[in-house]
């Protein structure tokens, strides 16, 4: 990954509402969850909601498909990996012991 993909998938998901989208999406698996289901469950405008799903297809980290008249979207899990191992490439001078925290406790 070079810095430039890194500053878009970032920048992508620096909003309150696109990271929400996201972090649903990583949760909801391969299968995914169709734009009305997202929208429900977040609170969000289908217009709004679409702007936001249209920066993260964009920046590469969702993935779409259409069943019928529904589009269905997907974490792009590759993506989501390839970032957090260029955020983690040469972590803690490449010590071995070095490992990411799972302390973050959700509200």
Sequence with gaps: MDIK???LQLSSIAQEARLEIFR???QAGQEGLSAGSIGETLHIPASTLSFHLKELSHAGLINS???SRF???SANYGAMNGLLAYLTE???AGAKDCAPSSTYKPK
Aim: net charge positive; proline share 0%.
């Design 5 to 7: 993909s890194a500053v």
């Design 24 to 26: 649903l999406l990583v």
């Design 90 to 92: 040469n972590c803690c």
């Design 71 to 73: 589009i269905y979207y």
């Design 65 to 67: 498909r259409q069943v």
